[in-house]
């Protein structure tokens, strides 16, 4: 879930992302994975965005990954085959604070194939850059503070003085979720206000995953029980394929 409120980010307040990482505004546009390779690609946190002549790929992770360096060495031959003249920045951005010294690998070694990628630790990252960007805000706390409160309080007033009702929405629906990797639940519910989270593009698709899962939790119960496709379609409002593929599941379970 967090990869994808960093990915909505990086996709609604692209020219922030870029600043950020960059240094300068430079408009970029967005570089589909399906243009590189007909293979399958891992695109939950992929961002992929291109100039003329600069490919910027940048990787949210919530918690470290030992295969990160060989797929940013993918990413970098599939982008070579597709656009050999491009310059490549590729980013890995990782938000929860750990030891693990995964975080730190920023390049993959094979006999003589070598590669290198930048990483980015928010927990290291000084504050002030992500309070000066709308799009940023949302990772401020993540930051390097040792006042997480008084940060997080900072952004909600930062947002409560946006104008546009979608955007402060989606904003503050953000904030409250990645602030939940470092602070406690209900000091973020203190800080914002549920009803303008309530409003938000983020919020309502969580909530229809909820009531999906909700759904097919019901219709595994009622499968368990013998109960027929039909009537439980039409129960919980599944489709019917949906319901057969748990009942092959359920199947596969019992025996």
């Not at 904030?175 to 519910?189: C, R, T, Y």
Request: hydrophobic share 40%.
């Amino acid at each position: 879930m967090f990869d994808n409120i960093c990915k909505f980010l990086a996709e609604n307040f692209r020219d922030d992302l870029v600043t950020w990482l960059l240094g300068n505004p430079v408009k970029l546009t967005e570089l589909k994975p399906t243009e590189l390779s007909s293979e399958p690609i891992r695109a939950d946190s992929l961002i992929l965005l291109q100039s003329e002549d600069l490919v910027l790929h940048t990787e949210f992770q919530t918690d470290a990954d030992e295969t990160m360096p060989f797929r940013m060495l993918d990413y970098r031959v599939r982008v070579y085959r597709r656009y050999p003249l491009k310059e490549m920045r590729q980013v890995v951005i990782y938000l929860r604070p750990t030891n693990s010294d995964l975080v730190k690998q920023n390049s993959f070694r094979l006999s003589k194939t070598y590669h290198e990628f930048e990483v980015i630790r928010l927990w290291e990252t000084p504050t002030e850059p992500f309070l000066q960007h709308p799009g940023l805000l949302p990772f401020a706390v993540l930051s390097q503070t040792n006042e997480p409160t008084m940060i997080l309080g900072r952004v909600a007033q930062a947002i409560e003085d946006i104008a546009d009702r979608n955007i402060k929405s989606n904003l503050t629906t953000a904030s409250a979720i990645l602030a939940g990797l470092v602070m406690p639940k209900d000091i973020i519910q203190r800080i914002f206000r549920s009803d303008i989270m309530q409003e938000s593009v983020i919020y309502k698709e969580i909530y229809s995953e909820g009531q999906q899962k909700e759904k097919e939790r019901v219709a595994l119960s009622l499968l368990r029980q013998g109960i027929s496709v039909e009537v439980i379609a039409n129960a919980t409002e599944l489709p019917k394929e949906k319901i057969i593929a748990l009942q092959k599941i359920v199947n596969q379970n019992n025996n």
